[in-house]
């Protein structure tokens, strides 16, 4: 299923989760790890004459280098095939070219730095490269030293799905759905009628009830699916705003992944991602498991 994994890194300590997770796939599905660094090359240096503007790209070019090799060399001592690779250019235009060229089946990627400018940088090159790919992204978040709360690697036991009954959902429920018969894991299949689009407390009842059936119908679509590859599941419609509602049935449940569609592919416009999603990427302590 993801016998190729693209793992883009930065070489920052915080990066180990995501680097954790990427190889704890590959091994899961006897597949093969990618390693990536992107030179950045759209933001000219200032103040720089061409020398030294030279001097800093070779710093960088070997930066990557050394931080593509630990990836290469944690996945070996797996005994996983790697592969590495260094490019210039764009981070999240070059990461999906690089992932359509070598016939890329997941990429992995942090969903924010540590802090300040990485945290911003890294979590929107994330959301541009999951706007973009053609491949499902599995986003991690990045741990600093003091946190204790960032689940890594891929023991995914209990699998929410979310779901709206749209066909992107429906797609990004079969790949959750296969991972948990791989995997031997619950399925949670939810649906939330969103709180702050239907003013409920004015809405007639009669309403109220078509809504919660379509929910009904939604998750019980995606239930349909799981029960027919073997998968213990649960559903519910719940209300409220969706981004909160679903982080926190995710964590009542102590869900491990969770997997979601998304709307692409524009990243010249805002959102980038549906908008749930984009919320959940950015916050979820759990890996977010993202397709179109």
Same mark, same amino acid.
């Given at each position: 299923m993801y016998r190729t994994v693209l793992v883009p890194t930065d070489g920052s300590p915080g990066a180990q989760a995501t680097i954790d997770t990427a190889i704890d796939v590959a091994e899961a599905y006897d597949g093969a790890v990618h390693a990536l660094y992107v030179v950045e090359t759209t933001v000219e240096p200032?103040?720089?004459?061409?020398?030294?503007?030279?001097?800093? %790209?070779?710093?960088?070019?070997?930066? =990557?280098?050394?931080?593509?090799?630990?990836?290469?060399? !944690?996945?070996?001592?797996?005994?996983? $095939?790697?592969? /590495?690779?260094?490019? @210039?250019?764009?981070?999240?235009?070059?990461?999906? *070219?690089?992932?359509?060229?070598?016939?890329?089946?997941?990429?992995?990627? =942090? *969903?924010?730095? !540590?802090?300040?400018?990485? /945290?911003?940088?890294?979590? %929107? *090159?994330? @959301?541009?490269?999951?706007?973009?790919?053609?491949?499902?992204?599995?986003?991690? $978040?990045?741990?600093? @030293?003091?946190?204790?709360?960032?689940?890594?690697?891929?023991?995914?036991? /209990?699998?929410?799905?979310?779901?709206? $009954?749209?066909?992107?959902?429906? !797609?990004?429920?079969? !790949?959750?759905?296969?991972?948990?018969?791989?995997?031997?894991?619950?399925?949670?299949?939810?649906?939330?009628?969103?709180?702050?689009?239907?003013?409920?407390?004015?809405?007639?009842?009669?309403?109220i009830g078509l809504l919660t059936e379509g929910g009904r119908n939604a998750v019980e679509s995606v239930a349909a699916m799981a029960r027919e590859r073997g998968c213990s599941v649960t559903t519910t419609v719940r209300r409220g705003h969706p981004a909160a509602e679903l982080l926190a049935y995710a964590s009542a449940i102590d869900a491990d992944l969770l997997a979601m569609g998304t709307r692409g592919r524009s990243v010249e416009s805002h959102p980038l991602l549906g908008s749930t999603t984009a919320q959940i990427v950015r916050r979820s302590p759990v890996p977010v498991l993202t397709s179109r």
């Open positions: 200032m103040g720089l004459d061409t020398a030294h503007a030279e001097e800093l %790209s070779r710093i960088s070019e070997q930066h =990557g280098r050394e931080a593509t090799i630990t990836v290469a060399d !944690r996945a070996e001592r797996r005994g996983l $095939g790697a592969t /590495r690779e260094v490019r @210039e250019g764009v981070p999240h235009r070059a990461i999906p *070219t690089y992932a359509a060229e070598q016939g890329v089946d997941l990429i992995v990627m =942090g *969903t924010h730095g !540590r802090t300040g400018v990485d /945290r911003a940088r890294l979590g %929107s *090159t994330t @959301e541009r490269v999951i706007a973009l790919a053609d491949v499902p992204v599995l986003s991690v $978040g990045l741990v600093d @030293e003091t946190d204790d709360t960032t689940s890594s690697g891929a023991d995914w036991n /209990r699998i929410l799905i979310p779901t709206d $009954g749209s066909d992107a959902a429906e !797609r990004a429920a079969e !790949r959750g759905v296969r991972i948990a018969e791989y995997r031997d894991a619950d399925v949670h299949v939810a649906y939330v009628i969103d709180t702050s689009t239907y003013a409920l407390q004015d809405t007639p009842q009669s309403i």
